[in-house]
């Protein structure tokens, strides 16, 4: 089975800290993505990546950034948090146009 | 763009019952549909997918129906379970600007199943 970890189940930041979030993924997938979900929403799409060293934007990009320096692993950087980042956070895989496996979630909070 | 939309935010059905989920696409272009469940604390799971060139498509409980005359699809789940309850989610995969695809995803519509 396809297995997506996210290191962090919960994480409480303080305003302005710069947030790191990690997820890797184990079966060679080319692509990864980052999703935040938040209520009434659904998942919006923040930045995806095709290939190591490449990287997307998505929907909604601002005040995010991503490293992608090895095929399994995908980072998410929060510059500067804020409170409107406090979100669910969601990192995905696939085989190229294929259906996305997704990690667990990071519940983040913004104080 | 793409829009996903679910037309109901909440579905309340009985256990033993039959579910149907209906889910609307605005793209034309858009060939290739996912059905994910979402349960408390959890991330997505894939329940089943549908390429354009189907119109039905059959897994263990679950149906999806796929109308691309309307830009419609449905997901049935057949003798409907307290396991079954959750958020489902319809998607639809689109191309942006790059050339490369993502999915974009309904708002979701909770499933309750009471016994």
């Known amino acids: 089975d396809v297995k997506v970890t996210q290191s962090s189940r919960y994480l409480v930041k303080r305003t302005g800290e710069k947030v790191f979030l990690e997820c890797v993924q184990d079966?060679?997938?080319?692509?990864m993505f980052w999703y935040r979900q938040d209520p009434g929403l659904g998942l919006r799409l923040i930045y995806f990546s095709y290939d190591v060293k490449m990287k997307e934007k998505g929907d909604i990009p601002e005040g995010y950034s991503v490293s992608r320096e090895k095929k399994e692993r995908f980072s998410l950087i929060l510059e500067s948090a804020s409170t409107n980042q406090t979100s669910m956070y969601l990192c995905?895989?696939?085989?190229?146009?294929?259906?996305?496996?997704f990690g667990s979630g990071t519940q983040l909070s913004v104080l | 763009g793409e829009s996903v939309g679910l037309h109901l935010p909440t579905l309340s059905v009985q256990e033993g019952d039959n579910s149907i989920i209906n889910c609307a696409y605005s793209n034309s272009a858009s060939d290739y549909f996912i059905w994910y469940k979402q349960e408390s604390g959890k991330g997505p799971q894939f329940i089943i997918d549908?390429?354009?060139?189907?119109d039905k498509r059959q897994g263990q409980r679950v149906t999806v129906l796929l109308n691309k005359t309307v830009k419609h699809l449905s997901l049935q789940i057949a003798a409907t379970q307290p396991g079954d309850s959750a958020v489902y989610f319809c998607a639809a995969l689109r191309r942006v600007n790059s050339g490369y695809s993502t999915l974009t995803f309904g708002k979701g519509t909770m499933l309750l199943v009471s016994p």
């Open positions: 079966m060679d997938h080319e692509n």
């Open positions: 549908i390429r354009s060139n189907m």
């Open positions: 995905a895989s696939s085989f190229l146009d294929e259906k996305l496996f």
